[in-house]
């Protein structure tokens, strides 16, 4: 599909331009044949202003998990003999 759309077209078929950021990447818009912006997935925008949350962060977003009732042994699991 197209990567570059004029303003005009852009604001006819918004929709089309979209569906298009999602399958072809970036879509270049014009205007009086200069461009004038870029239309990127949210995914590619989140990434480029650095705001992707990090793997340790992901885990301390985690719910807490402290009400469910969870038991263990408090004996070894296991004798461990050194030589």
């Not at 569906?19 to 270049?28: A, I, T």
């Not at 925008?45 to 469910?68: S, V």
């Amino acid at each position: 599909m197209l990567s570059q759309w004029q303003l005009q077209d852009a604001k006819q078929r918004f929709s089309e331009l979209i569906r298009s950021v999602r399958s072809d990447g970036p879509q270049f818009v014009t205007r009086h044949g200069r461009p004038v912006a870029v239309v990127i997935d949210i995914e590619e925008y989140r990434q480029l202003k650095g705001e992707t949350q990090d793997f340790k962060a992901f885990l301390r977003a985690a719910p807490d998990l402290e009400f469910l009732p969870i038991e263990r042994r408090r004996e070894p699991a296991r004798i461990v003999e050194l030589s």
